[in-house]
Each structure stands twice: as structure tokens, then as C-alpha cells.
């Protein structure tokens, strides 16, 4: 088996490593902080940033330090980082993992972010759920205030970045950037039209960055060991450093693996988690995440970077790897994500609001055996008419299940609509709403 | 009243942002904690604290699943049933719980001690089936698991299988 270097698990691989600020600074840790502080002009963390080619890890993939440039730089009042830990992506269980085995190295990568962008506040916006680790987080910050990291005056540097973390309250949607700045403003969480974007008016209408938490932990180490060496891992020059890829379903060895980006998903599932569980050959998988479109077989050589997987048709997302095999209904898998797209609409535009509605109305009625052809068509009619129609990328992501298999595997559509037809259920009973 | 009881808690939490309603989430936290649900006394004082009006914290609150608005058992489960949980048997542990407390999603049994929520992706896909009760997760569930679980919540209040920090596959499992 091919073994790479790991980064940003490296700490949490050790044993005995407890992810206090102790074991974190005996790791080097806090040296990058040390090192760029009142050291390094912020433009030039920024440009240090940018040249690494680090794109954002929570889905969009957009590059780091482009999104710190577009902060106004005559703007003089105050300005907000927002650390997005509200990782709900179905297939995604990555951020969870680095807040809660090594907060320090996420935090660290926090107040780096502040520098480089002079903001003063940062909030971490984690999920209501992970109660677990909000507090892990509230007992870091402590620590690194304790030890003049956080807070006033930053080890003498006169920097001051304070850190607070915020729970979310269990809507899916809230990972969507500006949803997120809606909830941490203490409303519902409905996406705002763009432009204008975060960057000039975000939180309280003030310039704010918000970047995901995998993507603020490889700061440290861009810093300590520089944009160059970052930027020859993986698969430069658009897809550098290393993804922590949640593998789930039907393999051996489910869990995160951090390797570096452009590993074939074929590597992934027979070299690091152990094989599919039953010997069964792969049928689907999806590869960045719920809202990434299915692929099938063929794209087992495809390499896990961003543009290799568009290409492919889907998106490498969040990283989340969920993995299907033979036997499993295509049909059925389609509906599950299906429902939870529709429990998670948050309302705010019309096509996904209803369509989500309709879309899981017609999957029911086709696995209830009491589907008719023209449904096929009535779902890529829907499919159609959400996406691209919606304030944020929700309406994209949700049709992205129903698309996908209705284009590789449309036959057990059929299969179970001929099923209705033999049993002549021609008139369909509505499905109730759920 | 919220401010008598957590009145140093309350003023900590305003302490942290520039604009008051952004203490919303973070105190309907305390209600609930407080409670167990979020009674419309509760929603009330805190809009009076927060300066807002009470439909203003009541629109924000029913946007949110995290908050209950009526009482719910000692313990709540919620166990996931979104895909990925689904594909590794979710479906069961929800029919096995539901066969060992009587109830359905939705329900509480009459002891007051559990109420059965399925609820969207938690976050743990690589250790499912899961499930959330209160502030816990239990991951890689299996009938002989949750039954424990229940037995020991039952009997003590919490249990030993609930999660630590994550981390999977642990260290000694990679090669």
C-alpha cells in the first residue's frame, strides 16, 4: 500500500496525543503564530496563502487567499473571520474529527486567518449537534488565552484576535456562507442574494471571510514549511496538499484518510479502507459529499482533485466519499438523499421549496410501485427547472441524486415502473406529504 | 426567570457580539437546558433581553430543529436515517427501538423517559448507524448496543458506549 505523508493528522496519529495545548506546542505547535505576528505584513500571509494554491475544503473549492483578497483595503472598521464547523454534508464527518483530537491546530490556523485579513473577531460557527466538541473548542481557546495566543495583545505583538465559538441549531443550510452570517446573526438561516458578497458586506454588513475549518488548519503548516512545499503535494497546480476523505457505506474500513489529492477513488476504497465489505463489486459512488452527482464503476480510475472529478461529471465537495455495492436500489438511495434535500430546504425560493416537495412526492410513488412513465420525464422536468433557479447552490445540490442515476442507472427507474404497469395501478393514489 | 438564574452565563454570552440579537441561538440554548423545551415564557423574556419582539424570536426558533417547543422525555434519541446510516442498516436499529420502547418517531413512553426522534446526517457517516441522545453520540450501533445503552440510561442516567473525541479508524487499526 502506498503510504504519504500525513499533515493535518499527523498530531492526532501519535500516541498519547491528547490534543492539549501542552502535546499541541511539543508538536511545533503555535511556531507558525510565532513566526508571522507582527513578523510577516499581513499582504504578504495573504500572497504566501494564494501562491500555495489552497482551495477552500468544505465544498466550493475556492481558492483561499483570492477569497482574503477581495477584503476592501481602505476599509478601517472592524472586520470578521467565521470559521464554517457546521459540517452537514451527508457523507462528511472530517471537520469533526480535527476539532475535536486537535482544536489547537484548527485555532491556530484561526488567528493566522485573522492576521492575515486584520480582523479582530473570529466566531466558529460549529453545529448544534456536536456539543462534544464545542466544548473541546471552549477548553482550547481557554488554554491558548491562557498562554497569550488568543485575546489582547497577542504575545506582544499588539495583535488582538479573540475567538468565541457559536452553535448552530441543527439546519443543514447554515453551511452555506451567507446562511451561516444570517444565523450568527441570530435569525432563520435563508441564503442572501449575492452580490454583494461576505467580503465587503458580510457579517453585520462588515467585510468577513468565511472559510471552512480543514481549510484554516493547513494554514500552520503552509506558514512553517512554505507555499512551495504545499503546492508540489497532490495534484497541482489547481488541486494542492491533502484532502481528509470520509470514506462511508459499504467498505471494511470506513473512516477518514488523509492522502494527498489526485488518488483514484480505486485507491482509496482497496488500499486504505480495506475493500467493499462483502467482496461485492462497487456499483455507485458518490464522491464529494451528498450534493455531488453519482458516478458508477467506470470512474474508479478517475483522481480525487477537483478538476478530475468535474470532469467527470460530479464534484469532489467536501470529500466525503460514500461508497454502494452491487445490489444496492439506485432508486432508493436516490430517494433517501432526496428527502433529506427536502427536509433541509430552507424555504426561501420557490423552486426548491416546492420542487423538493414534488421531486420526493413523484421517488415515493415510483418505489411504491405506483409510478407511471411520463413521471421519468415529470422528474427531469423538475430537476431542470431548480437548478440554476435558486438564490444559493442548495437547488444544484439537490437535484444532483435524481439527475445522476436517472442517467446511469434509468433502467431501475423503468424496472419498477413496469412493475406498476403489470400490476395495472394506473391511477395512482397520492402519495401524503412527509 | 432566565436573568436571575444565569444572570452572569446570560451577560458572558452578550459580552461576545456587537449586535444583541446575535445572543438569540446561544439563549434559547440556556431555556432549553433549563427546561427541557422552550416554553413561550422563555421566548418572551428573551425577546424582552435582546430587544426584539416575541414573533421576531418565535419566526427565528421554528427555523431551527435543535429547539423543542413542547416537553420531550428525559432522554431524547434521535437516530439518523439519512443515506449513508441507511446503507449500513439504520432502518433495523430505528424498527429495533421502536419494537423495545413501544413508540414511534415522534412518540414518548408513558414513563416520560424517552422520546424517538429519526433526524437527517449527524455528521458520524463512517461509524454508522448512530444516533444522538441528549448531548451524546453512540456510533457503530448494533441491537446488543443500543439495548445496553438503554439499560444503562435507564439505570444510571448515562452510559459507557456514548462517544469520545472522534477519531476512525483509530491509530492501532491503520497499517
Known amino acids: 500500500m502506498a503510504t504519504y505523508e500525513l499533515i493535518l493528522l499527523k498530531n492526532m496519529m501519535q500516541p498519547g496525543y491528547t490534543g492539549s495545548l501542552a502535546d499541541y506546542e511539543k508538536t511545533g505547535g503555535y511556531q507558525a503564530l510565532r513566526k508571522t505576528l507582527g513578523k510577516i505584513a499581513p499582504p504578504d500571509v495573504t500572497a504566501t496563502v494564494r501562491k500555495s494554491g489552497l482551495r477552500g475544503r468544505g465544498g466550493a473549492g475556492f481558492p483561499t487567499g483570492v477569497k482574503w483578497g477581495f477584503l476592501p483595503k481602505d476599509y478601517h472598521g472592524p472586520r470578521y473571520l467565521c470559521c464554517n464547523a457546521d459540517e452537514s454534508e451527508p457523507g462528511t464527518f472530517k471537520d469533526r474529527q480535527l476539532m475535536e483530537r486537535d482544536a489547537h491546530q484548527v485555532l491556530e490556523g484561526i488567528v493566522l486567518a485573522c492576521y492575515a485579513i486584520s480582523a479582530e473577531s473570529a466566531y466558529i460557527y460549529i453545529r448544534g449537534e456536536m456539543v462534544l466538541g464545542s466544548r473541546i473548542l471552549e477548553r482550547a481557546i481557554g488554554e491558548a488565552r491562557d498562554a497569550g495566543y488568543i485575546g489582547t495583545n497577542i504575545l506582544g505583538t499588539g495583535v488582538t484576535v479573540d475567538v468565541w465559538v457559536h452553535r448552530g441549531a441543527g439546519a443543514y443550510i447554515c453551511g452555506e456562507e451567507t446562511a451561516l452570517i444570517e444565523s450568527l446573526e441570530g435569525k432563520r438561516g435563508l441564503p442572501r442574494v449575492k452580490p454583494p458578497f461576505p467580503a465587503t458586506h458580510g457579517l453585520y454588513n462588515k467585510p468577513t471571510v468565511v472559510n471552512n475549518v480543514e481549510t484554516l488548519a493547513n494554514l500552520p503548516h503552509i506558514i512553517n514549511r512554505g507555499a512551495e512545499w504545499f503546492a508540489a503535494i497532490g495534484s497541482p497546480p489547481k488541486s494542492t496538499g491533502t484532502r481528509v476523505f470520509c470514506v462511508s457505506g459499504h467498505v471494511k474500513r470506513p473512516g477518514n484518510y488523509e492522502l494527498p489529492m489526485g488518488v483514484t477513488v480505486r485507491e482509496l476504497v482497496y488500499e486504505h479502507a480495506g475493500g467493499m465489505r462483502s467482496d461485492k463489486p462497487i456499483k455507485a459512488f458518490i464522491p464529494g459529499g451528498a450534493s455531488a452527482p453519482f458516478l458508477t464503476p467506470n470512474h474508479l480510475d478517475v483522481k480525487l482533485d477537483f478538476e478530475s472529478v468535474a470532469a467527470a461529471g460530479s464534484m469532489l465537495g467536501s470529500g466525503g466519499v460514500t461508497v454502494m455495492e452491487e445490489g444496492t436500489s439506485m432508486v432508493w438511495a436516490a430517494l433517501r438523499l432526496m428527502e433529506f434535500f427536502y427536509h433541509e430546504s430552507c424555504g426561501k425560493c420557490s423552486p426548491c421549496r416546492e420542487g423538493s416537495s414534488w421531486l420526493v412526492q413523484t421517488m415515493r410513488r415510483i418505489i411504491a410501485k405506483r409510478g407511471r412513465m411520463q413521471d421519468l420525464e415529470t422528474l427531469s422536468d423538475l430537476c431542470k427547472n431548480i437548478a440554476g433557479r435558486t438564490v444559493c447552490a442548495f437547488g444544484d445540490a439537490e437535484v444532483a441524486p435524481i439527475m445522476s442515476t436517472l442517467q446511469h442507472w434509468r433502467q431501475e427507474y423503468v424496472s419498477l415502473i413496469r412493475e406498476a404497469e403489470a400490476a395495472n395501478l394506473i391511477r395512482p393514489e397520492p402519495v401524503g406529504k412527509g | ?175
Open chain 2, 1 to 175: 426567570m432566565l436573568q436571575d438564574k444565569y444572570k452572569d452565563e446570560i451577560s458572558d454570552i452578550l459580552s461576545r457580539y456587537p449586535v444583541k440579537r446575535s445572543a438569540l441561538l446561544p439563549l434559547l440554548y440556556i431555556a432549553q437546558r433549563d427546561q427541557g423545551y422552550v416554553s413561550e415564557e422563555s421566548m418572551k423574556e428573551i425577546a424582552r433581553l435582546l430587544h426584539l419582539t416575541p414573533p421576531q424570536v418565535y419566526e427565528t426558533i421554528t427555523f431551527y430543529t435543535m429547539f423543542n417547543l413542547k416537553p420531550v422525555g428525559t432522554f431524547h434519541i434521535q437516530v439518523c436515517k439519512s443515506l449513508m446510516c441507511a446503507l449500513v442498516g439504520s432502518d433495523t436499529v430505528i424498527e429495533w427501538i421502536k419494537t423495545k420502547l413501544g413508540i414511534g418517531p415522534g412518540g414518548t413512553t408513558a414513563d416520560g423517559l424517552f422520546t424517538l426522534s429519526t433526524v437527517e446526517c449527524l455528521a458520524a457517516c463512517g461509524t454508522g448507524p448512530m444516533m444522538q441522545i441528549n448531548d451524546d453520540y453512540y456510533e457503530r450501533l448494533t441491537e446488543e448496543k443500543v439495548d445496553r445503552i438503554l439499560a444503562e440510561l435507564r439505570a444510571t442516567g448515562t452510559s459507557q458506549l456514548k462517544s469520545g473525541p472522534f477519531m476512525w479508524p483509530e491509530p492501532a487499526r491503520k497499517s
